[in-house]
Structure formats: C-alpha cells, structure tokens
C-alpha cells in the first residue's frame, strides 16, 4: 500500500508545498491503484491458468492416445506384411 502521508511530507522536505506533494501523493497513489495487480488480481489470473493447463493437457493426451493407436496400427500392418513373405 502506498503511503501517502510519508509521500507527502518526504515531497515537503524536498522543497515541494503542502499543495503539490499532496497533489503528486494522491495522483500517485491513483496511479498505483489503477495499474498495479492487485492480490485478488493474480488469484484470478492463476485460476484461469490453471484451467487452460489443464485443458491443454487433456487435449494432449487425447492427441498422444490418437497417435499410439496409428503407430499400433502401423507395426500391426507392417508385421502382417512380413509374416506373409
């Protein structure tokens, strides 16, 4: 969380008036609100990517199952051939 008054009073120290470090502290604190993640943010993010994971996976596995039945098929086929020479 972002400290306004600690803000404020170091722009004070620093030259600035009461006016314009209140002015810059509430514009910052502002700005940190609107664009950083907040924690129920990334909870969101994470359960959203857990779901897509989790559907690349079962899609993987589908796609590896396919390929184990062709290349069965396959040496099935190929060793039918060689058994009848």
Known sequence: MF????YTNGA???GYTREQAEYQANE???????TLAKK????????????????IKNDL?????????IC???????LGLIMKM
Do not use: F
């Open 3 to 6: 400290d306004t008054l600690k």
């Open 12 to 14: 004070i120290q620093a």
């Open 28 to 34: 910052m604190a502002l700005l940190i609100e609107e």
């Open 40 to 55: 129920e943010d990334l909870q969101g993010l994470e359960i959203s990517l857990k779901k897509e994971i989790d559907r």
């Open 61 to 69: 596995i589908i796609k590896l199952g396919g390929l184990m039945i």
């Open 72 to 78: 069965s098929s396959a040496i099935i086929g190929v």
